[in-house]
């Protein structure tokens, strides 16, 4: 069992910077990734980043690339996403996620994931 607790979430103007936190509980070492997922107000849950437990492969949606990065730090079970040059489209509430076990998954797909978060909204005004 994995249980996920997202912080950092809040309102900040364009152009500024939030890193958000997923504290993990649970054999997070045994999971094949941890994720990054977000969903706006009317809109479809989409993939924001990955990053594949063992190796620190990282993934981005294009939207994100190059503004956003996605870091693990192993001894303390934890996932970042550091979001900088943000843009009010990036609104939404964020969500962290991990598989089920430690086979691979495809990490930019939602339903591979087994255990979510709560959320943490994230707003940025124009």
């Known amino acids: 069992q994995v249980q996920l607790v997202e912080s950092g979430g809040g309102l900040v103007q364009a152009g500024d910077s939030l890193r958000l936190s997923c504290a993990a509980s649970g054999r997070t070492e045994s999971r094949y990734a941890m994720g990054w997922f977000r969903q706006a107000p009317g809109k479809e849950r989409e993939f924001v980043a990955a990053i594949i437990w063992s190796r620190g492969s990282t993934y981005y949606a294009d939207s994100v690339k190059g503004r956003f990065t996605i870091s693990r730090d192993n001894a303390k079970n934890m996932v970042y996403l550091q979001m900088n040059s943000l843009k009010p489209e990036d609104t939404a509430v964020y969500y962290c996620?991990?598989?089920?076990?430690?086979?691979?998954?495809?990490?930019?797909?939602?339903?591979?994931?087994?255990?979510w978060g709560q959320g943490t909204q994230v707003t940025v005004s124009s």
């Open positions: 996620a991990a598989p089920k076990g430690p086979a691979p998954i495809v990490v930019v797909t939602g339903s591979e994931y087994h255990y």
